[in-house]
């Protein structure tokens, strides 16, 4: 399956794919990542990633060939409000670490690239298995949807 998965402990603190409502300007990024919980968010992008959206939500999920493009969030180390985001995302997601293969999605440790340098990063990205049936695919990789700043944050 790809992409390829990373050898990696659920538990490892890495830096966090995002490519939906979890960007930067977009409704859930503030509700998850409080103010100190970045050290720094990089455009990048994932290969081996199809992205799909219903009317609310993108979903990325394992397509060969496709690119998935979004941010990288670097959390910064050993805070109250990394230790929060980090829990808080899984929750978002359906993941728990505990019953990993419980959850709606998968938390993967997989090689992201940055854009600007193209330079390897080692990142947690949640994608599903495939998508969700009616979903439909989004050309280029890339969701805009979702940039209503009256959207409430999902829970």
């Not at 939906?20 to 100190?36: I, M, S, V, Y």
């Amino acid at each position: 399956m790809s992409p390829t998965p990373l050898p990696v402990p659920l538990h490892t603190p890495l830096p966090i794919f995002v490519y939906g409502t979890l960007k930067a300007g977009q409704r859930n990024h503030d509700a998850h990542f409080p103010a100190g919980s970045i050290r720094s968010i990089v455009a990048a992008k994932v290969h081996d990633v199809g992205l799909f959206e219903d009317d609310r939500i993108p979903y990325a999920s394992p397509v060969r060939g496709r690119t998935l493009y979004g941010e990288v969030i670097t959390l910064a180390q050993d805070s109250e409000e990394a230790t929060f985001s980090r829990v808080a995302i899984d929750r978002l997601e359906g993941f728990d670490p505990a019953v990993p293969e419980a959850g709606w999605y998968r938390r993967l440790a997989i090689t992201a690239v940055t854009l600007a340098a193209a330079a390897p990063v080692q990142c947690w990205i949640y994608v599903m298995d495939r998508p969700p049936q009616g979903t439909r695919p989004v050309s280029g990789g890339v969701w805009l949807s979702g940039t209503r700043s009256d959207a409430p944050p999902e829970r």
